[in-house]
């Protein structure tokens, strides 16, 4: 996957999403979440980020709202690319 992350955002939500930074004007969302994921801290399980609100599945947010950016284990890399596969 390109640029797969996992995000932790200022919130304390984790996400894992193909991420990509975009040139914008001052103010402007700078960063693009492709196919984001929540991640469910006790059992691991993944789920689509706003799923309840939207089929829209890339999402442009700024980057002040994201604590760190790590790459995840092999674990829930291979569990997030069997998802997007789907």
């Known amino acids: 996957m390109k640029n797969l992350k996992l995000i932790v ?4 939500q984790i ?3 193909q991420i990509e930074e975009v040139s914008t004007e001052l103010g402007e969302p700078d ?11 006790s ?4 789920s ?5 609100f939207t089929t829209q599945n890339t999402f442009m947010i700024h980057s002040d709202k994201i604590l760190t950016i790590a790459d995840p284990n092999s674990k829930l890399k291979s569990k997030y690319e069997s998802l997007v596969k789907e």
């Open 9 to 12: 955002m200022t919130n304390n």
């Open 15 to 17: 996400l894992l999403t």
């Open 31 to 41: 960063c693009r979440l492709v196919e984001p994921f929540v991640l469910n801290q």
């Open 43 to 46: 059992s691991l399980e993944l």
């Open 48 to 52: 689509p980020w706003l799923l309840d």
